[in-house]
Structures are given as C-alpha cells and as structure tokens.
C-alpha cells in the first residue's frame, strides 16, 4: 500500500487535486491481441473502487447499496458499492461531473437514459457548460481505458493487473487479491482501500467485486471468482443495464481536455520515474 500512496502524492505534487486517481499515460499505446487496450490519450482512474459512502452521498442509487455494511455484514462504508446498476453508475459519474445526476457524459432525462457522449465530444469541450471543473470529466472506464490501467506494462500487456503471468496471491486481508473464497479468508468483499497495489497504482482491479465499464461488460472478478476471471481473458456481459448484484461494483475515470492532459502526462512521467528508482514494476 506504500507504493500506492506515493504515487498519490506525486500526483498531488504535479497539480492534481484528485489524490484518490492514479495516471494512465503512453497514450497511443497498441492494443493487446485480444483487441483491447488501445487508449489515444491520457486520462485518470480511480485507484479504488467507489465506495458505499461514496456512492450513498450522490443520491444515485435506490437502495441496497450499502449491503456490505447491512448487518450481519459489518465490512464498513468504505467497502465497495454494490447492488448497483450500470445506470445508476452512470448517474454517479454525472454527479461527480455536474453535481446532478441527469446532466453529465450520461444524459437522463426524467429518470430515463437517453445518450452516451463521445470521448472526442468530452475533450472537445462538450460538457463545459454543465461541468463543474470542465478540466476533470468523470465517466465509467471504457473497456480499453480499464484494460490498459489493469493490464499494460508500459510496453506490452501482462496476464495479471499486478504485471505478472502467475496466479495472484490469495487473501481477504490487508495484502494480496480477494477472490475464491473456498479457500480463502473472509468469503466476503473488503474495504476498497485494502490490498496489494498492483502495476499501475491501483487495488482491487482484480477479486473483491466485479466492476461495471461502460459497454456493460464487467471485468476484475469477484470476492468468490476463480482466477480465471482476474486475468486479462476475464470478461462478462451477460447483464441488462438495469441488474444489480451483491458481488458487482465499479470505478471511475477522469477524462481530461487537451491542455490538462499534458499536466497528467508530466504527473504519468514523475509516476514511471519513482518506480524505476525503486525498483517498482
């Protein structure tokens, strides 16, 4: 977790006021062989998954959010929002963008989905007049924005988010990845905060729950997935828009316009900089 919070720091450091983001850069990076992965600019993730008192503050959801902290289950409200729909992710993403659930990369309109807005229109400056700060636009990772953040090395694509090919390390505590509970301990989702950091700055992208992207497919797997479903092969979409599951949650990007993008680039460089002094993947 060390690694984690340095990198956080540098990125706070470099201008950056979402300390809770990590950078993606190498933007125009080549896709992996599956066909994903290729992102054309740079932009930011979240380096954990949104929380139930994230998610609970923005007034998107409709109840049964906080299932990991609805007694018997006493994870905390920072363990992950569940029970979410991929539209009332979305919703959560206008709030961060607006302040209001209907008016963002997502447009609602009574309660009803209506359009998705482009990343060419978002950097365009399409969203500037409803945008509180219309430098950070927040939307559900598309599946090559997720992809790259959990899988790319920085010159080709690794099987497993923490850069390697081997099965990750199994644990429901403060280290390793929470998933397959048959054999490990708690059989239940953690505080997102928890685990090992992976390559790219982030936690959790593989085990403790499935997360949405923007397409509806989900990826990372699960509390009670095999690994299988935490590789780069690990994929779903066998889901409606409207569906909500226990084990199912989400993060968040920060697409930037182009003159911000630079300074997330020059944060990227001071990122790859510290790992390679000490050492990091």
């Not at 054999?183 to 997360?211: I, K, Y």
């Not at 797997?221 to 690994?227: M, N, P």
């Amino acid at each position: 977790m060390k690694t984690r919070w340095m990198i956080m720091a540098l990125l706070v450091a470099a201008g950056m006021t979402q300390a809770a983001f990590v950078t993606i850069g190498n933007a125009g990076n080549a896709a992996d062989t599956t066909g994903y992965g290729a992102v054309g600019y740079t932009y930011q993730i979240s380096a954990t998954e949104v929380t139930i008192a994230e998610f609970m503050a923005s007034g998107a959801g409709s109840g049964g959010e906080d299932y990991w902290n609805d007694a018997p289950r006493t994870v905390g409200t920072s363990a992950p929002a569940v029970n979410v729909s991929l539209y009332e992710a979305m919703k959560y993403c206008n709030y961060l963008t607006s302040g209001n659930v209907n008016d963002g990369v997502y447009t609602f309109s009574g309660g009803v989905y209506q359009s998705t807005m482009s990343r060419t229109a978002i950097m365009a400056g399409g969203l500037d007049a409803v945008a509180t700060d219309p430098n950070k636009i927040y939307a559900l990772p598309t599946e090559d924005e997720w992809y790259k953040a959990a899988y790319y090395t920085g010159s080709g694509y690794s099987l497993y988010a923490d850069g390697s090919g081997t099965v990750p390390t199994e644990g429901g505590g403060a280290t390793g990845w929470n998933y397959n509970y048959v054999n490990s301990s708690p059989n239940f989702t953690r505080d997102t905060a928890l685990g090992t950091t992976e390559q790219n700055g982030t936690v959790n992208m593989m085990g403790n729950v499935w997360e949405w992207m923007e397409d509806g497919a989900r990826r990372g797997g699960g509390y009670g997935s095999a690994a299988s479903s935490l590789g780069s092969s690990g994929r779903a979409h066998d889901l409606g828009p409207t569906d909500e599951y226990g084990d199912i949650g989400f993060r968040v990007v920060a697409i930037p316009e182009p003159a911000t993008a630079g300074l997330l680039a020059g944060a990227g460089l001071l990122i790859a900089a510290y790992r390679r002094y000490f050492g990091q993947v």
